[in-house]
């Protein structure tokens, strides 16, 4: 690994942000702006999507659904990893044919995902609006071509965002998509932080020292999370000693670093989506509906309201309950404990096989514990921290917070990797 490789993936990075950008700004035409941009604002889930494509939703370009299917098909496929033998053996066993495959049926369930998310919104954007008043229409036109054309163009945007994020897996630094996500988050933060400068500049010295106590606080939030990403718990293992011949093998010792926070951002992305859902659904009721269809949407808006305490219990309830949810998927105990037998090697005090699946089971529920209650308080102190400051134009997201210092951390690690690989074979020589 050269200097010369390295500043070509480097490029190869800034270039996928270039297309990225770009595609974001291609709209699909025959788009009422105004009624998109009104009903956008009475949908939070809407708001949440469109963070993700770097406000492409809301621009309603090619790329509007991003790589959000591309998203759900991994978590699909990831969890049918888990009920399947055939797809646990193709993983396991299969190399890097199975890797492949997998890689393929995820391809092919991301284009499902993605035709059915854009049939499913175009027809119900197409029914929006009194049919006798044009200008109350989401789409200037509703003749069934349009809405085909339309969905056409939306799964073949996913298709290029696919194309392009492993494409820069393979040519850059890191995984294509999560950059791609990465890059989506950061290019709203522009526009947030010019709003929050006008805020202030308006607001005189009081609004200048709540932007500057909700700065502070947000790096606090931002270093919690650092921390929290890079914590491990080491794992000591043992391996006997073993005569081969006249030499003596093994004998070493070294540990296995589980994670802390073994969901990362997966669990807050479940429960912000199933709290978003249903007042995105119920927001698309008109006005003109009947009487107890408006109170119960007013109810459940109500409800779904950040400065509601219950809101807050139950959102903290989800989150915790979905990262015991998902770690129990994304780590087997069961797995390490039987790779650990088969390689002879134990942790000291802990017999192998089930003892050693066990001790791993109790150590998981200890650290998703301690991650559960961190993920539920970094998902309501955002919230908080507007409050306070009275700071409501700089959107403060748990999720996006949590995916900008991921990705950031691990594109980091990939250029330290490399250097190292350098400086290996530069020594070599």
Known sequence: MNSRDLRGRISWLFIGFLIFALAVHVPIPGINRQVWENLLAGG???????????????????????????????????????????????????????????????????????????????????????????????????????????????????????????????????????????????????????????????????????????????????????????????????????QVGNRVMGGQSTFIPVK?????????????????????????????????????????????NSNNPFYNVFYAAMVIFFTYFYSSIAFSPEDIADNLKKQGGFIPGIRPGRATSEYLHRLLNRLNLVSGLFLAGLAIVPNFIMKMTNVNSFYLGSTSLLIIVGVALDTMSQIQARMVLRNYQGFMK
């Open 44 to 242: 939070e889930l809407f708001q949440l999507l469109g963070m993700f494509t770097g406000n492409a939703l809301n621009k309603f370009s090619i790329v509007a659904l991003g790589i959000t299917p591309y998203i759900n098909a991994s978590i699909i496929m990831q969890l049918l990893t888990v009920v399947s033998p055939q797809l646990k053996d193709m993983q396991k066993e299969g190399g890097e044919i199975g890797r492949r495959q997998i890689v393929k049926y995820t391809r092919w369930l991301t284009i499902c995902l993605a035709f059915v998310q854009a049939t499913v919104m175009t027809t119900s954007l197409g029914r929006y609006g009194k049919p006798e008043d044009p200008s109350s229409w989401v789409f200037m036109s509703k003749s069934p071509l349009f809405l085909a054309g339309v969905i056409v163009t939306l799964v073949a945007g996913t298709c290029f965002m696919i194309w392009l994020g492993e494409t820069m897996s393979e040519k850059s630094l890191g995984s294509g998509v999560s950059l791609l996500i990465f890059a989506g988050i950061v290019m709203s933060y522009p526009m947030y932080l010019m709003k929050t400068l006008q805020a202030a500049q308006a607001g005189g010295a009081r609004a200048g020292l709540s932007l500057v106590v909700f700065f502070l606080m947000s790096l606090g939030v931002v270093i919690s999370i650092i921390i929290m990403t890079l914590a491990v718990r080491k794992v000591p293992i043992q391996f006997p000693k073993r």
């Open 260 to 304: 802390v926070n073994n969901a990362g951002v997966i669990s807050i992305i479940f429960a912000v989506s199933l709290m978003y859902l249903p007042s995105t659904l119920v927001g698309m009721i008109p006005e003109t509906a009947p009487e107890w269809a408006v109170q119960f949407k007013e109810g459940v808006k109500n409800f779904l």
